[in-house]
Structure formats: structure tokens, C-alpha cells
């Protein structure tokens, strides 16, 4: 399967202008495109949308320079949906900077794959390092441009294979609900790969 931005962008998932005022109005816009990705299967927009606002009441996935990356997970998906909005003017989001939010970025996908998971966050959120995404994004006029400019700022994988100096370090999260917001704090500085290994304290 493969991970890249570029592969898992479902052109039904993307909105540009959409108008919402709130978060919540902003998950429900998201989840009603999401519910329309054949990699949903019979996962319907309401639980979606109860799946997204559930994540967001852990911890905002809002991040700084008016973007998020609200995401969840279901059993029995076999794919990834990956999708993005826009919203002119923006939203209060719970972003780190308390600016407003106005570029969603989402990921819909399978409980068991994780590390797939991951490295779609870690694909996102090395678009977002761009200095002008956020501002090319919100330029994008309508939705096929949005894919586009997506598509265009997303990383290149040609050089997945070159070696590279490496180093390895483990962190261990014992408290579930710090384990996504922790994920997403290292997809969003590493530049490298991350992998996720779930267990129970023996203790």
C-alpha cells in the first residue's frame, strides 16, 4: 500500500472556500466529503463527524500558521482517505499560536495500520513546513486547483532510497491519551521516518 500524499488525496475530499464559522460546522464539512471516498466504505458521515470531534476533544489538531490535521480511524477500512478544505477567514481551531485555523488538511483510515497512518501525517505535515503553503492553498481558486497546489508542495519521493545518515531514538507514551497528540508533534518535525509499536505494560 502505498503511503504518499499524492496516492491517498481523493479528489472527492477536496474543498476550496468552503464557509464554515465554527469547528464543529468545520468537521461536518469535512466528514460529509470524506463519507463520499469509496475508501470509506459504509462508514457514514455522522460517524465520522462523532469520530473527528471525539479526536478534537482529546486535544486540538490544530498546529501554528493557520493550519490542522484533524484525523480518525475505523475497524474494517482497508484504505486511507486523505482530503483538504479551505475556509476564507478562518476558524478558532485550538491552535498552539491561537491564530485562526483555515487550511484542514484530514486522514480517514484503518484502526490496525498505524505506522500508515503516521507517515500520511508525516507527508502533510512536510507540505506544511513550506513557508507559503498555507497562503498558496488558500490562494487556490477553486477545487481542482486545490489538488494542485497540493500536489505540487507535496514531498518528492524519488530519493526515498538514498542513504542517509541515521538515527534512531524510542519514545515511550504510557498515558493513551498523549499518543496521538505526540505522534503528530513528531510527524510535524521529523525529517525522517516514524513507526509506532503499540503494547501493554508487563508490569
Not at 469535512?30 to 462523532?50: D, T, Y
Not at 476533544?57 to 482497508?78: D, N, Q, R
Not at 514531498?155 to 542517509?164: G, M
Amino acid at each position: 500500500m502505498s503511503t504518499s500524499l499524492a496516492h491517498n488525496l481523493r479528489p472527492e475530499c477536496v474543498g476550496s472556500g468552503v464557509s464554515a464559522g465554527t469547528r464543529a460546522e468545520v468537521l461536518r464539512e469535512i466528514a460529509i466529503l470524506a463519507a463520499k471516498s469509496p475508501a470509506a466504505g459504509s462508514i457514514g458521515e455522522e460517524e465520522i463527524f462523532l469520530a473527528l470531534a471525539a479526536r478534537e476533544e482529546i486535544g486540538s489538531t490544530g498546529i501554528v500558521k493557520g493550519a490542522a490535521i484533524p484525523h480518525c480511524s475505523f475497524e474494517g477500512l482497508e484504505d486511507f482517505t486523505v482530503g483538504v478544505i479551505t475556509v476564507p477567514g478562518g476558524v478558532e481551531f485550538g491552535a498552539p499560536d491561537g491564530a485562526p485555523t483555515s487550511v484542514f488538511f484530514f486522514i480517514v483510515g484503518p484502526t490496525d495500520q498505524r505506522n500508515e497512518h503516521i507517515k500520511l501525517l508525516a507527508g502533510i505535515s512536510k507540505v506544511l513546513r513550506n513557508p507559503s503553503a498555507v497562503d498558496r492553498l488558500l490562494r487556490s481558486g477553486d477545487d481542482e486547483s486545490l489538488r494542485k497546489t497540493v500536489l505540487s508542495l507535496a514531498p518528492d519521493r524519488s530519493d526515498e532510497h538514498v542513504v542517509q545518515e541515521k538515527c534512531l531514538f524510542t519514545v515511550v507514551v504510557q498515558n493513551p491519551k498523549y499518543f496521538d497528540d505526540t505522534l503528530q508533534v513528531l510527524a510535524e518535525s521529523s525529517q525522517g521516518s516514524l513507526s509506532a509499536i503499540e503494547g501493554t505494560n508487563a508490569g
